[in-house]
């Protein structure tokens, strides 16, 4: 039995964990929080004290982390993870970062022997849960084809974009969009809602209509018209307004060093920072961005 060692078990991670273990790997599971670790425990993974102890022994490591910083600071450096590692192990980060961020580390990996992708997701925590998710991944032909049966039994579509750093630029793209759909979905429903239309049946026409998008079919931002989606439960859970706002950054980052114009990125942008400059806001889902079109209670129409 292949034995991974994974890092970072939060929203994402904990289920991807979780179905590893399903599917018959051995796993080693660390992250920071102790109640991640509790969880990890029922879900049959082993959790350990400390990165050295999870990777010790490891095949395969895999990380689903919130910054460069932090899958930097796990992995490069004299005390890093990489330096640890036997020659041949497999590395996948699975974080969203910046395509220069994930070329380091890649570089890095190989520099010691070892293989390693960049194999960003994409499906929310639904998606996790269920083992469907999409990786986007950039890396050597040798990497992708050892990670694909890893890979696989977390999702279900997988894409070699490239070389490494490209699936990290992929995600960016999708995620830009994300937030630009996901915006204007919710500026549609509430101008149909103002004008006095049932949000569920207006959901109903659109899906049927040209204005068709994921946010509105498989993640509606309006309460009561999806059930099991964040806007069903208080907008908790999920993928939150600050990870949204940090990918964001990324894309505006990677349009300014290729002179790219992203001006309805940048209004989606400046539309979750405004949403997020109250901090409880931040810890909400993405889907959330519909309080910012809502009227106060007793608001004329």
Not at 63 to 84: H, I, N, R, W
Not at 212 to 227: E, F, H, K, R
Request: aromatic fraction near 4%.
């Amino acid at each position: 039995m292949e034995k991974i060692a994974f890092f970072g078990l939060g929203n994402m991670g904990g289920p991807m964990a979780a179905n590893l273990a399903k599917a018959g790997f051995g796993v080693a599971a660390f992250d920071l929080n102790p109640e991640a670790l509790a969880q990890a425990r029922q879900d049959r993974c082993v959790p350990c004290d400390t990165a050295l102890q999870a990777a010790e022994g490891a095949d395969i490591v895999i990380s689903m982390l919130p910054s460069g910083e932090a899958v930097k600071g796990l992995y490069l450096g004299d005390q890093g993870l990489l330096q640890q590692l036997p020659v041949g192990t497999l590395v996948i980060d699975c974080s969203t970062i910046s395509a220069e961020d994930a070329s380091s580390v890649s570089s890095a990996a190989r520099g010691l022997g070892l293989r390693a992708i960049d194999a960003p997701v994409s499906g929310g925590t639904a998606a996790a849960a269920a083992g469907t998710l999409c990786f986007m991944c950039g890396g050597d032909q040798d990497a992708m084809d050892a990670a694909r049966k890893v890979l696989q039994a977390m999702g279900g579509k997988i894409f070699h974009a490239g070389a490494a750093g490209a699936g990290q630029v992929a995600k960016i793209c999708n995620n830009l969009l994300l937030a630009i759909h996901m915006t204007g979905t919710a500026e549609a429903l509430q101008l149909g809602v103002d004008k006095g239309l049932d949000p569920r049946v207006l959901s109903d026409i659109m899906q049927e209509s040209s204005g068709s998008n994921w946010s509105l079919s498989n993640y509606n931002p309006y309460p009561g018209v999806m059930d099991s989606v964040p806007s069903a439960n208080g907008y908790a859970g999920g993928f939150s307004v600050a990870l949204m706002l940090k990918d964001l950054g990324l894309a505006m980052d990677a349009a300014s060093t290729s002179a790219s114009s992203t001006p309805m990125g940048a209004l989606a942008k400046n539309l979750y920072q405004l949403h997020g400059a109250c901090a409880d806001n931040q810890k909400l889902d993405f889907s959330s961005i519909q309080n910012m079109f809502r009227r106060p209670a007793g608001t004329l129409t």
